[in-house]
């Protein structure tokens, strides 16, 4: 394998809750086109089927190699770096990037050895804020204002292009990464948020408030920060002593 396509490998193409498989057909026929082969698929609506084929163009062995998932947790186990693509602004307050200043930082993680997830939302709704709550930051495709709605298909060749060209180009050094470990990926950041929401619970942090936009204000923390496995352990030891003492508390409150 040559340096070229072990670093093509580390760019994962997420499709979360598409609903019609033509649009993956077509999104499999763009992302080939630039040299990528890597799909994951989040609750599809429909796939396989023959929509799906006939608009992939002979782009088959990405279909065939589309892993299928109930949760977006899966489909971003092992990834490390995760964009999300948007048209509009959200309630998420994350880093807006250009296409092309995602593919550059995209590059520079998949250099230093992380797998990248690019994520795409329905067709008619984009991503949830939940969904885009677990991207380290949002792509916007500066499309006009009085219509700026992409097709799928075609946000994912923007982005699938951009990454082509950042590759082929003359690209800047890449930072050399901060840690002496690479950072915790998706599945296990998932189970430290986990964590970290029932020790709030358990120390009753939210005092009847709604937990929603404090956990999503701490996922942008932890986020940016991008702790490695050795940082998690120290986290989880922290929460697991704070539920710890909050259950001597509770005890003798009784």
Same mark, same amino acid.
């Given at each position: ?52 084929? /006939?608009? *992939?163009? $002979?782009?088959?062995?990405? &279909? ?7 949760? !977006? %947790? #899966? ?33 520079? /993680?998949? *250099?230093? $050895?992380?797998?990248?997830? &690019? ?7 984009? !991503? %949830? #804020? ?35 060209? *950042? ?88």
């Amino acid at each position: 394998m040559t340096a070229a396509t072990d670093l093509v490998d580390r760019f994962r193409f997420v499709l979360v809750r598409t609903s019609h498989p033509g649009n993956i057909g077509s999104a499999a026929r763009a992302i080939r086109t630039m040299g990528f082969t890597r799909m994951e698929l989040v609750t599809p609506a429909q796939f396989p089927d023959r929509e799906a084929n /006939a608009l *992939a163009a $002979g782009a088959d062995d990405v &279909l065939d190699g589309a892993g299928v998932h109930d949760e !977006l %947790a #899966n489909a971003l186990a092992g990834s490390s770096f995760a964009l999300g693509l948007s048209a509009r602004r959200r309630g998420v307050t994350l880093s807006e990037l250009s296409p092309r200043e995602a593919a550059m930082q995209a590059l520079a /993680a998949a *250099a230093r $050895g992380e797998q990248v997830s &690019l994520l795409f939302g329905n067709e008619r709704n984009g !991503l %949830a #804020n939940e969904e885009l709550a677990r991207c380290h930051a949002m792509v916007r495709i500066p499309s006009v204002d009085d219509f700026s709605s992409l097709n799928l298909s075609q946000a994912v060749q923007v982005m699938a292009y951009e990454l082509r060209v *950042a590759m082929l180009g003359e690209t800047p050094a890449v930072p050399l990464p901060t840690n002496d470990e690479p950072p915790a990926d998706a599945a296990q950041m998932e189970k430290f948020y986990e964590h970290l929401a029932m020790t709030l619970d358990d120390i009753e942090f939210h005092k009847g408030r709604a937990p929603t936009t404090i956990m999503l204000r701490l996922r942008k923390l932890f986020q940016r920060a991008q702790p490695d496995e050795r940082e998690l352990r120290v986290l989880h030891g922290i929460l697991a002593d704070a539920q710890r003492m909050a259950g001597l508390a509770h005890q003798k409150d009784l």
